[in-house]
């Protein structure tokens, strides 16, 4: 009776192990702003062409439903189905919601500002079940804001020291750049957007200097970055994207007046049709 006892519970422990086994995570379409049709075009084809079910998230934006709508117009002509789901911090985790991401082959988060929509999704059911669709394969995309919210050490654009409206990011120095906590879906990395077109450096600088365990990808307007399972991206897009890796650099300091300085710095400038191996840290050939 016992070793029958103690071979039930061994297959039911190789189930769950085979279980998680087949658990793959997803893809990332991460889109740095002003996304153009090459790049949705590749988003409803990772999405299943003529069988996707995308679903539009657009609470970062301020006028949620004409861009829901605008996107979902996008992914209709591009021969996907699509459907937009806008809720508040207190609707998120209503059972209409959830059933929303029932059968979705993806998830696309728009733009607009960033900490909206961590405000109203941080700690739900409703992100633990995006996590859930993208940890057993799903794909989920974002732009702008939508892209800023994947890495967990989120760049919220706004600054606390300097106060001057007119002079973005002029300098690099400690505790400028506000960061909060992202969704997390890359861990090792700090994600920019519109990087090029609104002059960024200076802030990706500022946030990775502070964070040096962790890898910066800026990515600018018009380009888009698909992460796989292995760690490893693809730069899709008309324009460029950086990678700043501060982690083997040395002589982090700082002078009286709170300026950053580091050295041994590595930067990539990456185009279309390049590869990036995070785990490495080197492009690959």
């Given at each position: ?42 988003f409803?084809?990772?999405a299943?062409?003529s ?11 301020s ?12 992914f209709?002509?591009l ?34 500002d960033q ?10 059911k ?12 799903g ?66 600088m ?15 307007e ?6 796989y ?10 324009n ?8 083997k ?30 785990k ?6």
């Amino acid at each position: 009776m016992i070793k029958k006892f103690l071979f039930v519970v061994l297959l039911t422990c190789l189930f769950f192990y085979a279980e998680g086994l087949s658990q793959t995570k997803g893809k990332l379409v991460i889109v740095g702003g002003v996304q153009v049709t090459s790049i949705m075009k590749k988003f409803v084809e990772l999405a299943g062409g003529s069988n996707a079910k995308i679903i539009v998230i657009p609470n970062a934006g301020s006028y949620p439903v004409e861009s829901s709508l605008e996107q979902v117009e996008e992914f209709t002509e591009l021969g996907a189905v699509s459907d937009y789901l806008l809720f508040t911090r207190e609707t998120a985790d209503a059972d209409s919601n959830l059933k929303k991401l029932e059968n979705v082959t993806a998830v696309f988060f728009l733009g607009g500002d960033q900490s909206d929509l961590t405000r109203d999704m941080l700690g739900t059911k409703l992100l633990a079940k995006v996590f859930e669709f993208y940890n057993n394969g799903g794909l989920v995309g974002g732009t702008s804001a939508g892209a800023a919210v994947m890495s967990e050490v989120m760049i919220t654009g706004n600054e606390l020291i300097n106060k001057d409206s007119t002079r973005n990011f002029i300098t690099i120095e400690r505790g400028n750049v506000e960061t909060k906590q992202g969704f997390g879906f890359l861990k090792s990395v700090i994600i920019d957007q519109h990087f090029l077109k609104r002059k960024r450096h200076n802030r990706t600088m500022s946030t990775l200097i502070e964070h040096p365990n962790l890898i910066g990808v800026a990515i600018d307007e018009s380009s888009a970055i698909v992460v796989y399972p292995d760690d490893t991206f693809e730069v899709i897009g008309d324009n460029q994207v950086l990678v700043y890796d501060p982690t083997k650099s040395n002589n982090i300091r700082e002078d009286s007046k709170g300026n950053l300085g580091i050295s041994e710095l590595k930067l990539h400038v990456l185009i279309n049709g390049d590869k990036f191996n995070l785990k490495t840290g080197r492009v690959i050939e």
